[in-house]
Nanobody, 128 residues
């Protein structure tokens, strides 16, 4: 079983940038996991942000963050990243890292139900 720990959240002004990291430990043949980022704002449901395939060659982002956020992974460091640029107040949420094992190498997963492992989340607050 893999454990996921997010870091890099914080308070930033609109237009600023943050880079979130998610480090995996435990059962970490990390290259075997599809990875994703989700977020949940107060009073709202958890929503998909970005996902990356096992080999890093395929990515997907939600329309709300496309062109501003980039997901990447370093399989040697067992870590997935979310680079967030041009942040907006509506990006304020708790951001969660998620993982699922054993999918096709180039597959990306874009729904929460497809993931079996979750981190505890990191708060991102964007002030106007």
């Amino acid at each position: 079983q893999v454990q996921l720990v997010e870091s890099g959240g914080g308070l930033v002004q609109a237009g600023g940038s943050l880079r979130l990291s998610c480090a995996a430990s435990g059962h970490t043949l990390f290259v075997g996991y599809c990875m994703g980022w989700f977020r949940q704002a107060p009073g709202k449901e958890r929503e998909f942000v970005a996902a990356i395939s096992r080999n890093g060659g395929t990515t997907s982002c939600s329309d709300s963050v496309k062109g501003r956020f980039t997901i990447s992974r370093d399989n040697a460091k067992n870590t997935v990243y979310l680079q967030m640029n041009n942040l907006k107040p509506e990006d304020t949420a708790v951001y969660y890292c998620a993982a699922d094992w054993g999918r096709q190498t180039t597959l990306v997963l874009t729904t929460a139900l497809e993931y079996n492992y979750w981190g505890q989340g990191t708060q991102v607050t964007v002030s106007s």
